[in-house]
């Protein structure tokens, strides 16, 4: 089991900044990938930005040089540092875990709203 808690949403303007972060109740180390999704109203939730289980990570298209994820292993958290935000990045955010089975785990979501 995988608890996942998520913290660091709210309301921004347009290019703006925003942390979220996302602590795990199980090592980093014992996850295969680990990451964060979104899912704005009406619109299936996609992949935002991961670690994978072979070392590497992932960018949806549409974050790429905008979004940054990084972790700190010592706090079982991963980060997804959000700048230069468009409202179009108006979502729930979901920080997503999977671990060997393989199972997946998600958080209870946090919201970002980016408007003037």
């Known amino acids: 089991q995988v608890q996942l808690v998520e913290s660091g949403g709210g309301l921004v303007q347009p290019g703006g900044s925003l942390r979220l972060s996302c602590a795990s109740s199980r090592s980093i180390f014992s996850i295969s990938a680990m990451g964060w999704y979104r899912q704005a109203p009406g619109k299936q939730r996609e992949l935002v930005a991961r670690f994978t289980s072979g070392g590497s990570t992932n960018y949806a298209d549409s974050v790429k040089g905008r979004f940054t994820l990084s972790r700190n292993d010592a706090k079982n958290t991963v980060y997804l540092q959000m700048n230069s935000l468009k409202p179009e990045d108006t979502a729930v955010y979901y920080c997503?875990?999977?671990?060997?089975?393989?199972?997946?785990?998600w958080g209870q979501g946090t919201q970002v709203t980016v408007s003037s």
């Open positions: 997503h875990a999977v671990v060997l089975g393989p199972v997946d785990y």
